[in-house]
């Protein structure tokens, strides 16, 4: 399986999940690598580039996946090129949606009604929306995905039925944006996904990643992408 992390703390976090569910995992610096690992985890470190760099690494990682499943690794506060990057995971992974969760309830981040919020808060009234290098405007995931991305985006409940997947599906939606406020949610999602027939990138903080290393099993049986 491959990671894509644009920070080296988010890589490093998430692959940790992995590692205590008894994989192995390493963080990769560059497109090019050797490594036995199960769990590759490539930092691009994309936060401080600009969007079209971003993409442009993001969618090198995607196009050499030789066929191993692809998770998408965000800031639980969305920061970085959220919408930018997401699409070029989806364009060059030939997946049909990716289903989208930030929410790291362990630490209080929670996605409500698609919005973002920290300790109840939404997120750009938060100390973190003063970053200088990346900014939070929005606490809306919709919001903040369209200022780099066109993908239609439909807002979720980790509850929602596989036929109203596959019916938003065929009415455009590309991006499934989850609300969650527990990890057992996350867990849902993940469940979700291998129940889908459409082919599924899953794309969260380390929150999602735990669920998903959890629930590894499940997730490494889904049709190949």
């Known amino acids: 399986m491959i990671i894509i992390s644009d920070d080296l703390t988010g890589a ?16 990769i610096l560059k497109t090019e690598y050797n490594t036995k690992a199960e769990v590759k985890i490539f930092c691009t470190e994309n936060r401080g580039k ?5 993409k442009q690494v993001v969618s090198e990682v995607a196009q050499n996946n030789n066929g191993e499943r692809l998770f998408k690794k965000i800031d639980s506060t969305l920061r970085g090129h959220i919408g930018g990057e997401l699409e070029a995971v989806l364009e060059e992974s030939q997946a049909d949606i990716i289903f989208l969760c930030s929410a790291l309830p362990e630490q209080g ?3 409500k009604k698609g919005i973002c919020f920290l300790k109840n808060q939404e997120i750009h009234k938060t100390v973190l929306a003063k970053d200088p290098l990346n900014p939070i ?49 996350l867990s849902q999602i993940v469940k ?17 990643g735990k669920a998903l290393a959890q629930d590894i099993k499940l997730y490494l049986s889904l049709i190949h992408i």
């Open 192 to 208: 979700l996904a291998k129940r889908c027939t459409l082919k599924v990138i899953l794309a969260g903080s380390s929150g999602l």
């Open 109 to 111: 981040r929670t996605i």
């Open 50 to 54: 600009s969007l079209k760099e971003a």
């Open 12 to 27: 490093a976090d998430c692959g940790v999940k992995f590692v205590e569910e008894g994989l192995s995992a390493e963080v």
């Open 137 to 185: 405007i929005h606490s809306r995931i919709t919001d903040i995905i369209a200022r780099e991305s066109s993908l239609p985006v439909t807002e979720v409940s980790p509850g929602i039925c596989i036929e109203e997947i596959y019916e938003l599906y065929e009415k455009a939606t590309r991006i499934f944006s989850f609300d969650a406020m527990t990890s057992d949610e």
